[in-house]
């Protein structure tokens, strides 16, 4: 059996898979997805799919993950106007949940460009000064895919998969999962080159060598 045919069968059966068992649904190159087929039907399901197939073109696809494509680069202007456009909307965010003194710091941030591939996520030795802006978005979306429909959180697993990127998930979802916060210039910024990472003295733009370089 398909996993469109399990996933179908999980809309009308929430006890019937977990949810980790559609990761590979919607990037699984053996059988392809119909997404019309698969999310069609969901509130706002079309809307969905039309991130999902924007994603599709404005990326490159290892087999496994979607990634950025590097003819998509933004300049540094572009990048840092992305970027702080998107942390105008998360420290707005951050207000609308009583947390007035991290929306401050997101605000009063600037950009450093950090190597993707040597940036320690969980800043083991403080040396960053990462704050929990991230944490917190994450949290406040899992809380609101709980509040949903059953099936959103097999849904997010499927999303998550295709690129393992938080806000690029967050965007895909937005439509069906009402999540107030938007995250379409955080998406662009991505697809420009960069993940953004919030600290207390300032903000980060991950990016491959070559653009720190150029910066």
């Given at each position: ?29 053996g059988n392809p997805l119909d997404l019309q087929r698969a999310f069609g039907s969901l509130p706002q399901g079309a809307a969905m799919i039309e991130r999902i197939e924007r994603l599709r ?159």
């Open positions: 059996m398909a996993l469109i045919d399990d996933w179908l069968i999980y809309l009308e059966e929430p006890d019937a898979f977990s949810k980790n068992h559609f990761e590979p649904m919607i990037t699984d190159t073109s404005e990326t490159n696809f290892t087999g496994l993950y979607h990634v950025q494509d590097p003819s998509r680069r933004l300049g540094h202007d572009a990048m840092i106007e992305k970027a702080r456009k998107y942390c105008d909307h998360v420290s707005d965010f951050l207000r609308d949940i009583d947390m007035a003194d991290l929306a401050k710091s997101v605000d009063n941030g600037g950009f450093s460009y950090l190597d993707v591939h040597s940036y320690d996520f969980r800043d083991s030795d403080g040396r960053l000064g990462l704050n929990e802006t991230g944490e917190v978005l994450e949290d406040e979306f899992t809380l609101k895919l709980k509040k949903g429909p059953h099936y959103l959180l097999g849904l997010f697993q499927a999303v998550l998969f295709m690129t393992k990127i938080p806000v690029v998930t967050r965007y895909i979802m937005q439509p069906v999962v009402k999540f107030p916060l938007n995250e379409a210039d955080g998406y662009a910024t991505w697809i420009g080159g960069a993940a953004i990472a919030f600290g207390d003295r300032g903000n980060f733009l991950l990016v491959e060598p070559e653009l720190i370089r150029q910066s």
